[in-house]
């Protein structure tokens, strides 16, 4: 099955943003009070912006107890072989959702809207693949460059230029990117939480070690202490300040790796890597964040991450995604909760991406829940408890709670395995509904089981 897309010219290819539910985001440092230096990725800062400018505890499961499968490089390789072809036409409708506008006022200037509507860091030009000769005459004509991040286990340099004094963002970037056509020019897109975000302490995970041979990423919030992830390997760095464990991050982590009582998720037990990229910040969750977290996820061999958010194209993001794929990453994604109508969202469009859809526990699927090429598997996203920030449980909704089911499984046991023990629900095949088929339906924990208190939406 190959994603397709268009394209809609090179300064308008937009990033990606919000997650499917709002968090409640939490302020927390690592032990000892400071982030973990960041050993994959080497920043320079360069010429500040100029002035002014704008069930029980073991249950049966559907797939057998299998030896994990690894995804080779060819394997990866081979599901993105269309990577580099066009966006699809939908990318040309895709305005942002009305929860944009409200973010961006939030935010006192940090951030401004890009033509569709998307929340962007103000002031902020990401290019990749900008020539010497280009950078040169940019500079010359009032560009100036923030900084420059050099990400080795991609293979990537970014430059983040902010505009001349006076330009407007959408006009500098359409003039930078007609000084280097071959470059990837576009804005700084940021991740963000559908709804407003609050804050309220709550301890960080002290990593413990049980000795797991299964490791997986997750980039999101941070993630809280709980006593479903206490046997579990946890390590977590941030990557827009220090980690800020958070609601949806914790209650994702949950799904993938926890374990304790009537609780656990797909891999119990597992590592953990966590890659925080938002920190409190309303800058938070932008493209350059993101790419750097796939980067130390590269750096680490983490062979599958979960990326449970949602949003049209970046070329910084697009490029990321593609070489950690090379590198023989697996990245699941949730489709989105804009409903069957929405154009196909990023990163669960890009060619190799396992996205994924969500249902009830019915196994209908959800009316919210994305549908399209882009949809690999379905899985439970409605009626499952998950971990709190409270330490407690709490029902979710949403692709974002389907997402990591689907993470947890690859990882144990391969991708390939996963499909073919796939229920095919729907049309005979693989359809735009389900994907390759429902999994993990006889994985999750009822609410009432663990007295979840709560619920997490989108």
């Known amino acids: 099955m190959t994603k397709t897309r268009t394209s809609i010219g090179r300064w308008m290819v937009i990033g990606l943003a919000f997650f499917a539910m709002p968090e409640v985001a939490v302020a927390q440092g690592r032990p000892g009070g400071s982030p973990r230096p960041d050993a994959a990725i080497q920043m320079r800062p360069l010429v500040p912006p100029a002035p002014g400018v704008a069930g029980p505890q073991s249950r049966p499961s559907a797939i057998p107890q299998l030896p994990s499968v690894p995804v080779t490089p060819e394997a990866a390789a081979g599901?993105?072989?269309?990577?580099?072809?066009?966006?699809?036409?939908?990318?040309?409708?895709?305005?942002?959702?009305?929860?944009?506008?409200?973010?961006?006022?939030r935010s006192n200037g940090i951030l401004q809207a890009d033509p569709f509507g998307w929340p962007v860091v103000s002031g902020e030009i990401v290019a990749i693949g900008l020539s010497d000769r280009a950078r040169a005459e940019a500079l010359?004509?009032?560009?100036?460059?923030?900084?420059?991040?050099?990400?080795?286990?991609?293979?990537?340099?970014?430059?983040?230029?902010?505009?001349?004094?006076?330009?407007?963002?959408?006009?500098?970037?359409?003039?930078?990117?007609?000084?280097?056509?071959?470059?990837?020019?576009?804005?700084?897109?940021?991740?963000?939480?559908?709804?407003?975000?609050?804050?309220?302490?709550?301890?960080?995970?002290?990593?413990?070690?049980?000795?797991?041979?299964?490791?997986l990423g997750l980039i999101d919030t941070g993630v809280a202490a709980h006593p479903a992830l206490a046997g579990s390997d946890i390590t977590q760095q941030g990557f827009a300040g220090p980690v800020h464990p958070g609601a949806h991050g914790t209650a994702v982590a949950s799904l993938m790796v926890g374990e304790a009582g009537f609780f656990s998720g797909t891999a119990p037990g597992a590592g953990l890597l966590v890659a925080d990229v938002?920190?409190?910040?309303?800058?938070?969750?932008?493209?350059?964040?993101?790419?750097?977290?796939?980067?130390?996820?590269?750096?680490?061999?983490?062979?599958?991450?979960?990326?449970?958010?949602?949003?049209?194209?970046?070329?910084?993001?697009?490029?990321?995604?593609?070489?950690?794929?090379?590198?023989?990453?697996?990245?699941?994604?949730?489709?989105?909760?804009?409903?069957?109508?929405?154009?196909?969202?990023?990163?669960?469009?890009?060619?190799?991406?396992?996205?994924?859809s969500a249902v009830n526990g019915r196994g209908r699927p959800l009316p919210e829940t994305g549908r399209g090429p882009q949809v690999d598997?379905?899985?439970?996203?409605?009626?499952?408890?998950?971990?709190?920030?409270?330490?407690?449980?709490?029902?979710?909704?949403?692709?974002?709670?389907?997402?990591?089911?689907?993470?947890?499984?690859?990882?144990?046991?391969?991708?390939?395995?996963?499909?073919?023990?796939?229920?095919?629900?729907?049309?005979?095949?693989?359809?735009?509904?389900?994907?390759?088929?429902?999994?993990?339906?006889?994985?999750?924990?009822?609410?009432?089981?663990?007295?979840?208190h709560g619920a997490l939406r989108r």
Request: net charge positive.
């Open 79 to 105: 599901r993105m072989s269309h990577a580099g072809q066009a966006q699809g036409v939908a990318d040309a409708v895709l305005q942002a959702p009305a929860r944009s506008r409200a973010q961006i006022q």
């Open 140 to 215: 010359g004509l009032g560009y100036h460059l923030i900084r420059e991040e050099s990400l080795p286990d991609l293979e990537m340099d970014v430059l983040v230029f902010s505009p001349p004094a006076g330009q407007q963002l959408s006009d500098a970037v359409e003039r930078l990117a007609r000084l280097d056509p071959q470059a990837d020019i576009g804005f700084n897109h940021v991740y963000s939480p559908a709804g407003a975000v609050s804050m309220a302490p709550s301890p960080v995970i002290a990593p413990q070690r049980v000795g797991s041979s299964v490791r």
């Open 278 to 356: 938002y920190g409190g910040s309303a800058a938070g969750g932008s493209s350059t964040a993101l790419a750097r977290a796939l980067a130390w996820m590269s750096s680490q061999r983490i062979r599958v991450v979960n990326v449970s958010l949602v949003g049209p194209r970046n070329p910084v993001v697009a490029r990321a995604v593609a070489q950690a794929q090379a590198r023989g990453m697996t990245i699941v994604a949730a489709v989105g909760n804009d409903g069957p109508a929405a154009p196909p969202l990023y990163p669960a469009a890009y060619e190799g991406v396992i996205g994924v």
């Open 377 to 452: 598997f379905s899985a439970p996203g409605a009626d499952i408890a998950a971990a709190s920030v409270s330490g407690g449980y709490v029902t979710v909704r949403g692709s974002s709670f389907a997402a990591p089911l689907v993470a947890g499984l690859i990882a144990r046991h391969g991708e390939t395995n996963v499909a073919r023990h796939a229920r095919d629900m729907g049309a005979p095949g693989r359809d735009d509904i389900y994907g390759r088929g429902l999994v993990g339906n006889d994985m999750t924990v009822a609410p009432r089981a663990v007295g979840a």
